[in-house]
Structures are given as structure tokens and as C-alpha cells.
């Protein structure tokens, strides 16, 4: 089944430990982005890559690190985790960006960061 | 790219079709429209997008207006499962930016 999948569903951690969450894509994608999702501000991009290695800051980076080694995966690093980030967190791919194609989103990440 | 204005919230009989409206004025020749709904948490759900052509797939129909400053989205026959926040955004010729405004709450009612 084509799909985006992130984990964990759900992290629950510390301020200022360091922490992971992963998305992979089986859809071969080029496009890859992070978004997350708070009441009243909706989403907000954070990240996206455009092919491996290419990496661009999207609306909020600051606090957030990605890589792009495999075309398949793109990690959302959060070195010194705040409150401030306690969030919920999307990924999403696309075949050659949104361009005339729709965007796959994951089921989400619900970040608490105490 | 360009903003979107849609309605905060509509309300549709079971069944019945919902036609949930856009605006976006200021969308520049290139730059396409989609559609997208959210349902509770979830990740959102591609729904369909076009260019200037009307569109249609098995989930809904885009109707875009001939200057392209506005567009309706149409589910042909509400199901409760319909209700969902629905996106309006437009943009997509560059790589990159995906801007999702505030939606349409739609809430589908027996």
C-alpha cells in the first residue's frame, strides 16, 4: 500500500533531549515536507526537500533540523526539544513537488514536550 | 502563492450535495487549485485539484470559474464520514511552499 509513515504516533518527552521522529515513503517520491499543526494557526510548513541532499526552510524551521540521505526517508530533528514544539507534526511527499500532483500526508506525530 | 478565502463553517443534509466555496483573487496563471479535508487529527486527504478546467474523480467535482478567481468544491452526496475541515489552496508550480489556510468546517448531519 502506498503510503507515508511516521513514527512515533505519539512522544511524550523532556525539555532540551534530544529527539527523532521518522517518515518514510514507499511512493518513490522526489518531494518531501514536514508541517506541524497548532489550534488556531493550522499548518505551518517547517521543512521540505526536493530531491536527496536538497533541503529548504519552509514558515517555522527555527528549533527543527531534517536530513535527506535516502530518497525514501527524511527525519525531523529536534536537538534541544521546548514546550514551544509540543505539537502535532505531519509529513507529506509528492511526486515532483506539488506542481500538478496532489500531496500524501502520514497520520501524524503528537509531540508533548514537558 | 496566492491566499485563499473560504467560509469558517457550512452545514449539509446527509445525502444531499455540499458545494463549499473559494475564493483566491489574486492566483496567477500557473498556479493550480486544490483540495484538501482533514478529519478530526488525521493526516489531511488529497481531494482533487485543477487548473482551469472543471474536474471531477470519484470523491468530488471542481468547478472553476472562467477568470479562475474562485472555485466550489461539490461532494454530490454528503455521507456523515464527509464531515471534515476542508482546504482551499492554490499554488504548486514551484517546489516548496504548500500554505494551508484556516478551512471550511463541514459538518454532514443525518
Known amino acids: 500500500e502506498a503510503q507515508v509513515t511516521q513514527n512515533p504516533r505519539y512522544l511524550i518527552t523532556v525539555t532540551g533531549k534530544k529527539l527523532t521522529v521518522t517518515c518514510s515513503q514507499n511512493m518513490n517520491h522526489e518531494y518531501m515536507s514536514w508541517y506541524r499543526q497548532d489550534p488556531g494557526l493550522g499548518l505551518r510548513q517547517i521543512y521540505y526537500?526536493?530531491?536527496?541532499?536538497?533541503?529548504d526552510k519552509g514558515d517555522v524551521p527555527e528549533g527543527y533540523k531534517v536530513s535527506r540521505k535516502e530518497k525514501r526517508n527524511f527525519p525531523l530533528i529536534l536537538e534541544s526539544p521546548s514546550p514551544n514544539q509540543t505539537s502535532l507534526y505531519f509529513c507529506a511527499s509528492s511526486l515532483f513537488g506539488q506542481g500538478s500532483y496532489g500531496y500524501t500526508f502520514g497520520s501524524g506525530t503528537r509531540l508533548t514536550v514537558v | 502563492d496566492a491566499k485563499t478565502t473560504q467560509p469558517p463553517s457550512m452545514d449539509c443534509a446527509e445525502g444531499r450535495a455540499a458545494n463549499l466555496p473559494c475564493n483566491h483573487s489574486t492566483i496567477s496563471g500557473n498556479e493550480y487549485v486544490y483540495w484538501y479535508r482533514q478529519i478530526h487529527s488525521q493526516g489531511p486527504q488529497y481531494i482533487i485539484h485543477g487548473l482551469k478546467n472543471n474536474e471531477t474523480n470519484e470523491m468530488a467535482s471542481l468547478i472553476i470559474t472562467e477568470d479562475r478567481k474562485s472555485s466550489t468544491l461539490i461532494l454530490p452526496h454528503a455521507t456523515l464520514r464527509d464531515t471534515a475541515v476542508y482546504y482551499c489552496?492554490?499554488?504548486?508550480?514551484?517546489?516548496?511552499?504548500?500554505?494551508f489556510g484556516q478551512g471550511t468546517i463541514l459538518t454532514v448531519h443525518p
Open positions: 526537500s526536493m530531491n536527496v541532499e536538497v533541503t
Open positions: 489552496i492554490v499554488g504548486g508550480t514551484s517546489y516548496g511552499k504548500l500554505t
